[in-house]
């Protein structure tokens, strides 16, 4: 158990309306990740943290943002979710040896309608 | 940019035979691999990972990888399979040499079903 916890795990919105989906850890891990998994394009990144208000882009960013006030805690925000948006969101935290694996959350399953 | 292929959508075995799941990668220096299981409705689980030395690695669950610089490759294995394996893979690849974000890039994962 790597202490990650997702919240919601499920949700149905409404194109147009803003989501934030919350990933806490109790590891204390200075890494974090959301990433969203989609039948045949495995996962991709959305955003990491590298430190409290350190974030950057990865690689589908657009239309997510992020914030880290807490170490043990990484938000992300569809300000205005579109259907293309529907996807299951993992947040991971990377582990602290020089390797750097990751551990992942439960996942967070999202509908737009 | 690194990047990884997993050839197979989906890999068949009847239980108790050997199976094998196919992964192969490009990076421009040494690369670290990593494979991971998903089980339905659950997140990742790492199984095992290739940094250096033996080219065969040992994981969780009786999983095993052979790591092959020649053919850029990185298969997992297991000599007898379960039904208890069927899930979905993830190979995973990260190059070390990277002076900037050193990103996990994962492939697009191969469904395995172990048929009783």
């Known amino acids: 158990d790597a202490g990650i916890t997702q919240s919601p795990r499920h949700k149905v919105t409404e194109t147009g309306t803003p989501v934030t989906l919350r990933c806490h850890q109790t590891e204390n891990h200075r890494y974090m990740y959301w990433y969203r998994q989609d039948p045949g394009h495995g996962l991709r990144l959305i955003h990491y943290s590298y430190g409290v208000k350190d974030t950057d882009k990865g690689e589908v960013s657009d239309g997510y943002s992020v914030s880290r006030s807490k170490t043990e805690d990484f938000l992300l925000t569809l300000e205005s979710a579109t259907s293309s948006q529907t996807s299951v969101y993992f947040c991971a935290i990377r582990s602290g040896t020089d390797t750097g694996e990751l551990f992942f959350g439960e996942g967070s399953r999202l509908t737009v309608l | 940019a690194q990047s990884v292929a997993q050839p197979e959508d989906q890999v068949n075995v009847a239980e108790g035979n050997p199976l094998t799941v196919k992964c192969t990668y490009s990076v421009s220096g040494n690369p670290y691999l990593f494979w991971y299981v998903q089980y339905p409705n659950r997140g990742l689980q790492f199984l095992l990972k290739?940094?250096?030395?033996?080219?065969l690695v040992k994981g969780s669950y009786g999983f095993e990888a052979e790591f092959n610089k020649s053919q850029t490759s990185f298969h997992l294995k297991k000599p007898s399979a379960l039904v208890s394996d069927s899930a979905l893979y993830f190979c995973a690849v990260r190059d070390p040499m990277n002076t900037g974000f050193q990103k996990l890039v994962f492939g697009t994962g191969t469904r395995l079903l172990v048929s009783p």
């Open positions: 290739y940094i250096t030395g033996d080219n």
